[in-house]
């Protein structure tokens, strides 16, 4: 029995990511372990975490990797806590920790599960409207607490999340992310947290304080300059964040591991 | 500390809002009732006869850039209303608000959904309360499409917050209230979704007994004894009947084909029942066919669907045309009937169908432009019906 956990997916073209992650959260929370779940053949150097076999873990078949990581998701969370875990925070490993969390993680551990919407004030049209496609809430950041209510959630999340592995906004799915806008009805200690600086991704741009968990979701460490492939928005005072960010990135192996295949 | 309860109906729903009006008066005295009426009056009916206090749309506020009436058909503009009322009944000094969404029935007293408006700025109602049974993921993915929320109910309370969303989702629905799914939009619901993350207090009740409706009837125990209805054993104090056709009663909505009413369980059958024999006991009969305001420009031409995007396509310049409803001089109507810059010969209204039709386009292109002979028989012949444009409309510029 241990109280929490965090814990990531990961293929081996994304163990430089993973590897600044495990880095920042042993930096600012020494104290929470981290258990990795890897899809394919590990990287070479190894990971600093342990790692459980996807296919230990019933992951999908398919072509797309980005099908069989979201749909892993809920299954290693159901896995975690089935292994004794009280609570267990879920990040992609595009996360970067820049300060300590630890209001997050209380409330992680004290609530049935904790979500961050992508929008936590009102932007404009076009920005919420790619949201409503995309899910009100962010996939890269999923806290659960193990009650039975949690583990209703994950076991009907894992099997949508198997059954539609893809991308459809006309049909509503999104991966797994779209599942989560169900979670509000399903899960009655449903913590939606509404902290500006956590899990800020391009979606939140332009942040007004420094984000304490960053999101480099679709980040690319040879363009610095931009936040993501999504947004042509200018850095402006992240400018420094991404610039350390991809820095850390290749000293964390980005050139070596950056293009090993998945499988 | 007063509080108010409304709905929105145009006067062809008449007899539906007497119906949650006067069901919310037999379990909620004293609460006041208000209809907001996206339409106008035109002395179809006697306000003061009903039992509700109509407010109609000119009070409310709209803005008049916007020329919601024009741009949004009669639903999307009733749905659209929405977040306009509410804060009109906050203006008023009301400090909570109920809202129901038409072709509801208010089973109980709605004390709980107030007390939960003593310490939160706005309440939902999510449609599911937990994942189906056996789901083949047809209706979670319906209500991934349609939204988390019903907004057939929503409490909202005076505070900046409720104030703060209600700004908001006015500014979206004023051009964004169309059933889009492939974008994100579902009316005015699905806009909904984004509410918990942006605004404070707000609290999502999984009280199964605050809204029922055919989203959630195969999941949830319906008892009815008398008057009382109970739902998994709780009171249930509104029953939703979104879609419900009264010319096919034993079907529990149009937007599901798969739920009969006998399928639906419990007693639920008796409740569906009993609301098409109340809505016919309120006149439904001859209320329906009452003309709805914002049908036709001023010569009686009803306005097609294509006219009302066009409108909105020309976004601020439509202003200077005025009242769109208008057709004497230099009007939109005018613009309509005038022949378009690019496919001369054609109206500007037709030339927007045809230019939506490349199929149509590919078939009369002819050496020296369009074939107008051959594109005049398509018109009459095929266009007319699939684009629902009115005789008024001649496809030939004057």
Redesign the interface.
């Known amino acids: 029995m241990t109280g929490l956990v965090a814990t990531t997916i990961l293929t081996a073209s994304r163990a430089s990511g993973a590897r600044v992650l495990a880095e920042s959260l042993a930096r600012h929370h020494p104290g929470v372990p981290l258990v990795g779940a890897l899809v394919g053949p590990p990287p070479p150097g190894g990971l600093p975490f342990p790692a459980i076999p996807a296919g230990g873990l019933g992951a999908l078949v398919h072509d797309d990797v980005m099908a069989v990581c979201c749909s892993l998701k809920p299954a290693l969370l159901e896995h975690l806590l089935a292994r004794g875990h009280a609570s267990v925070l879920y990040l992609d490993p595009d996360q970067q920790l820049l300060a300590p969390i630890p209001d997050v993680l209380e409330r992680v551990e004290r609530h049935a599960m904790v979500l961050t ?6 932007y404009d ?1 076009r920005r ?6 995309s899910g ?2 962010n996939g890269g950041f999923v806290g659960v607490s193990d009650r039975p209510e949690t583990r ?2 994950l ?2 999340w894992a099997d ?1 999340a198997r ?2 592995p893809e991308v459809a ?5 999104n991966y797994d992310q ?2 989560l ?2 979670a ?3 899960v ?1 200690d ?1 913590h ?1 947290l ?1 902290d500006p600086g956590v899990n800020v991704g391009h979606w939140r741009l332009p942040v007004a304080e420094p984000p304490r968990l960053m999101h480099f979701s679709a980040f690319d460490p040879e363009r610095p300059d931009r936040v993501s492939r999504h947004s042509d928005a200018p850095p402006g005072a992240l400018a420094p964040l991404l610039a350390g960010y991809a820095r850390a990135l290749r000293a964390a192996g980005w050139e070596h591991t950056r293009a090993l295949p998945w499988r | 500390m007063p509080a108010a309860a409304c709905t929105i109906v145009d006067k062809r729903q008449l007899a539906h809002a007497r119906v949650t009006a006067r069901s919310f008066a037999r379990h909620n005295p004293g609460v006041p009732f208000f209809t907001g009426l996206a339409d106008r009056v035109d002395g179809a009916y006697d306000p003061a006869a009903e039992p509700f206090a109509t407010i109609e749309l000119a009070e409310l506020g709209l803005p008049a850039g916007a020329a919601m009436p024009f741009r949004l058909a009669d639903d999307e503009l009733a749905y659209a209303t929405t977040p306009y009322l509410i804060e009109h009944l906050l203006d008023r000094g009301y400090d909570r608000v109920l809202f129901f969404k038409r072709e509801s029935l208010v089973t109980g007293s709605h004390a709980p959904s107030l007390a939960l408006l003593d310490d939160a700025s706005i309440v939902l109602t999510p449609h599911l309360l937990e994942p189906l049974a056996g789901e083949e993921s047809g209706r979670e993915l319906d209500v991934l499409l349609a939204g988390t929320y019903n907004v057939g109910f929503l409490g909202i309370a005076e505070s900046p917050a409720a104030r703060a969303m209600l700004r908001w989702w006015q500014e979206r629905l004023r051009e964004h209230c169309r059933h889009d799914v492939m974008h994100g939009l579902h009316f005015e619901q699905r806009w909904v979704d984004l509410v918990p993350g942006m605004f404070d207090g707000v609290r999502v009740t999984r009280d199964p007994g605050a809204s029922i409706g055919h989203w959630s009837l195969p999941e949830r125990r319906v008892e009815v004894a008398g008057e009382e209805v109970r739902v998994d054993g709780r009171p249930c104090r509104l029953v939703r009947f979104s879609g419900y056709d009264l010319d096919h009663p034993e079907a529990a909505t149009r937007y599901d084909d798969r739920l009969a009413l006998a399928d639906a369980g419990g007693d639920a059958a008796l409740l569906f029942h009993r609301y098409r024999e109340l809505v016919l006991a309120e006149g439904h009969v001859g209320t329906r066919t009452l003309p709805y305001a914002f049908a036709a420009f001023d010569n009686g031409v009803p306005v097609p669907a294509v006219a009302r995007a066009l409108h909105a396509a020309l976004g601020p310049r439509a202003a200077a045309f005025g009242d769109p409803f208008a057709t004497a001089g230099p009007s939109f109507w005018s613009w309509l009937i005038g022949a378009d810059e690019e496919l001369g010969g054609v109206t500007r209204l037709w030339a927007s169908v045809v230019r939506s039709r490349p199929d149509v386009s590919a078939a009369y292109a002819g050496a020296d432009g369009l074939d107008l002979r051959g594109l005049g028989g398509w018109a009459e012949n095929t266009g007319r019906a699939e684009h629902a444009i009115p005789d008024g409309f001649p496809l030939a510029a004057a």
Do not use: I, K, S
Request: proline share 11%.
């Open positions: 919407p992508h929008l936590v004030h009102p049209a919420e409207l790619l949201v409503l496609e009100t809430y209703r959630f076991a009907a949508r059954r539609h906004p006309g049909r509503g799915l779209r599942w806008d169900l509000p009805g399903h009655e449903l939606v509404r």
